[in-house]
């Protein structure tokens, strides 16, 4: 978005409020300066020098947590997250409780295998008592085997086409596993499958927090990489990576990755979960914020659930709404995360389900750390998880 574009975009708005309807940060602190349309007019009057650009300004921008709940509620079509990202890249000097990530991210991003190995380390040492006072959020295991080193590319003979898997940081460092269990899903029905070594970050993490340069050339890195990839698909297991690849790419760098997939548009493409079972399972579905407002996939994973038999599917209430993560907000902003957070443990608790699937690894990751924090008996799966195990039974 250049200069003019960000301006007229901030001239659009009306004042009517509309986009806090569904904000969760407003919803949850109900402060006007912690809504979509106070972050919008605050821009605004930044960008008319009405308001000069100040460390508490700041906060309430970053305090957004890019959910895109706001998007398609607002009347005049202003692209409010798009709006936030710019306003973060104006404004991130002036955030300093960012200061520590932003340096670590312009460090780690391009080498992320020696920073995650270290990361390791310090998680051993360091970790359980931060934990344990509250400081740090849940987080699981850092592997030692990172996913997108773990193989390079499975054959099969008579291959019906070859699929990548674009694993994501998430995947590679913290679950590994649910790369392998994409992996049997895709070769037991007769892809050929590829995982790159050389797949760097998607540039989610540098975008929130205000290094849209880093990003861009990242985003420029992983075009490049991956168009000479010759795969029918690009597959993720992460909305936010594949929000970012297939959103936010051609605005930043003027170019995309025109065949990438999340998983689940993938399995209903190619009818994975038909004629499958697994033993009987109460379950309930949490929407991703970015699968569901930034892509749009709501009904597929619901789709697929329900096509498995032995699956009984109970919709919570307000499954659309966030579940407190989004990324550094969880860290910067711990007690709004988990207020939101508490109120989505509540909503899937009065489901009665034992299982809550969902289809993003950090929304597992925060509803891992709520379902410690209340001691809630309760199964927590990505849909990845669920198709495996369904693929498993059939084969035994
Ligand atoms: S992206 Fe989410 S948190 Fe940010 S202003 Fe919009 S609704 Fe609120
Ligand atoms: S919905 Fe759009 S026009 Fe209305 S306050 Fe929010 S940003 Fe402004």
Excluded: W
């Excluded at 520590?100 to 008592?129: C, E, G």
């Excluded at 809550?356 to 925060?366: E, F, H, K, R």
């Amino acid at each position: 978005m250049n200069e003019a574009t960000y301006h007229n975009e901030l001239l659009k708005c009306n004042r009517c409020g509309a986009c806090k309807e569904l904000c969760p940060t407003y919803l949850t602190t109900l402060n006007e300066t912690m809504g979509a349309r106070g972050r919008i007019a605050m821009l605004g009057e930044l960008e008319e020098k009405q308001l000069v650009p100040t460390k508490k300004l700041a906060e309430k921008i970053f305090s957004c947590m890019l959910c895109g709940a706001c998007r398609d509620l607002c009347p005049t079509g202003i692209n409010i997250p798009e709006v936030i990202y710019q306003g973060r890249a104006r404004l991130k000097n002036l955030f300093g409780r960012g200061l520590l990530l932003r340096t670590a991210l312009r460090y780690s991003v391009p080498r992320t295998d020696n920073v995650f190995s270290i990361l390791k380390k310090m998680q051993k040492l360091f970790y359980q008592p931060l934990y344990n006072r509250g400081v740090l959020p849940y987080i699981p295991e850092i592997t030692s085997e990172p996913f997108k080193n773990s193989f390079q590319v499975y054959k099969k003979f008579k291959r019906l086409s070859r699929i990548a898997i674009f694993s994501g940081c998430s995947v590679n460092y913290l679950y590994p596993d649910l790369g392998k269990a994409l992996s049997r899903i895709l070769l037991s029905k007769g892809f050929e499958v590829i995982v790159f070594k050389g797949e760097l970050c998607c540039g989610a993490p540098l975008r929130s927090a205000g290094l849209e340069d880093e990003a861009v050339s990242l985003a420029k890195r992983n075009i490049e990489h991956f168009s000479k990839v010759r795969a029918e698909a690009i597959i993720s297991m992460c909305p936010t990576c594949t929000m970012v690849i297939r959103e936010h790419y051609s605005g930043i760098s003027n170019n995309t990755i025109s065949n990438f997939m999340d998983i689940n548009e993938f399995f209903i493409k190619y009818d994975i979960a038909k004629d499958l079972e697994i033993s009987p399972a109460v379950i309930t579905y949490h929407d991703p914020c970015h699968l569901n407002h930034g892509l749009k996939i709501k009904n597929e994973p619901r789709q697929i659930l329900k096509d498995i038999k032995g699956v009984e599917f109970i919709e919570m209430q307000h499954a659309g709404e966030c579940c407190g993560f989004a990324g550094s907000f969880s860290l910067h902003f711990k007690d709004i995360s988990k207020n939101i957070g508490r109120k989505k443990i509540h909503n899937i608790a009065d489901t009665m389900a034992d299982t809550v699937v969902t289809s993003c690894p950090g929304c597992i990751m925060q509803l891992e750390g709520l379902k410690r924090e209340t001691n809630m008996k309760l199964n927590i799966k990505h849909i990845i998880e669920v198709v495996d195990e369904a693929m498993r039974t059939a084969v035994e």
